[in-house]
């Protein structure tokens, strides 16, 4: 992990300023001489700027979007707690950690942290910009704050605004962070036992019925308790308290709820969407609860340049994690078409 520190202040979409930024992030590959080889990745509520870590499969050596061929770039998000500036990092001002002083972000903060990333490597276009989820939110502003900078769009499991749908699961998993009573404790442990509790209504909005169904089902008729769904749940729930602080899913579920590529530009969505020039693939997963194939078959009927391709996959909503090998024909099947 490689680590930008910007020193001067850092002014938020809600204007409030950050005294400074530390933006923590990977890369992977060699720019080349002409600077067109730059794949971006954007990452999802939960993950690093390691995309090869969470990516296998489609991000590496020997995969499509390989370090061989390509300059890969990955960053920890704004209000993240990987290394880029968030709730468990120190205020300069203060010396102190700034927990639940840390101010409201949106997806547009987080793209303009990436521009200055992008702007200290020395990078002036991007070949590719991927994202996923969440991370097709900061794509999708990134187009529109920088128009310029990118030839071609990758959306996966994304939408131009957050849905009803998104912002009540949301909600439920900040209700369920505040009813833990070490929420409002200013250390690195505050609120672990309601992020399990939030986690496990995300696992539930990630997967879905068939999912469940088939992957987590008891097979002994006699059993009153301990059974392997409420088991799976409960080791999610762990593992992400383990790895994750609490303030910061809180904060960047509202992140989420606040997307809305119209806010501020004078116009209805469908409009907004139809001033995106890139040549753009979208991938849609059949069974995706969370965000649905609507959400997708929106973006690319609204968008001049866009093919859409829906996945059949059992998975949901985490299907463009696992997915690689389907994902990989797709996208190299849309390079080939438009003689990339």
Not at 129 to 135: D, E, K, T
């Amino acid at each position: 992990m490689k680590e930008f520190i910007f020193s001067y202040p850092f002014t938020l979409e809600g204007g409030q300023t950050l005294p400074a930024l530390n933006i923590a992030y990977h890369t992977y590959g060699s720019l080349n001489a002409d600077g067109s080889n730059v794949v971006w990745v954007c990452h999802a509520l939960t993950a690093n700027s390691d995309v090869e870590s969470w990516w296998p499969g489609l991000v590496g050596n020997g995969y499509l979007i390989d370090p061989e061929k390509y300059f890969i770039v990955c960053a920890n998000i704004l209000g993240s707690c990987y290394g880029t500036t968030g709730p468990s990092s120190t205020d300069p001002q203060t010396q102190q950690f700034y927990h639940h002083t840390f101010p409201a972000i949106s997806i547009r903060d987080m793209v303009k942290a990436h521009i200055l990333l992008r702007e200290h490597l020395g990078i002036e276009k991007i070949y590719l910009l991927v994202g996923g989820s969440m991370g097709g939110y900061q794509a999708l502003e990134w187009c529109l704050l920088e128009k310029e900078m990118i030839s071609n769009l990758f959306l996966l499991v994304t939408s131009a605004t957050e849905s009803a749908w998104g912002i009540g699961i949301h909600a439920a998993q900040r209700l369920a962070i505040e009813a833990d009573p070490t929420w409002k404790n200013s250390d690195a442990q505050s609120g672990k036992n309601g992020l399990k509790a939030a986690r496990a209504i995300g696992i539930l909005s990630y997967r879905n019925y068939n999912n469940f169904v088939t992957k987590q089902s008891d097979t002994d008729a006699e059993k009153t308790d301990d059974y392997r769904a409420a088991s799976y749940i409960n080791y999610q729930g762990n593992k992400l308290a383990g790895r994750f602080n609490a303030y910061s899913y809180w904060l960047l579920t509202k992140s989420m709820d606040s997307h809305n590529i119209a806010r501020g530009r004078g116009g209805h969505v469908n409009k907004i969407l139809n001033s995106i020039s890139q040549k753009t693939l979208i991938i849609g997963i059949s069974s995706d609860i969370l965000c649905p194939v609507q959400e997708q078959q929106h973006i690319a009927a609204e968008i001049p340049n866009a093919t859409y391709i829906e996945i059949d996959s059992e998975y949901g909503h985490d299907g463009f994690l696992i997915e690689t090998e389907r994902i990989t024909e797709a996208l190299k099947h849309w390079f080939r078409s438009l003689g990339l």
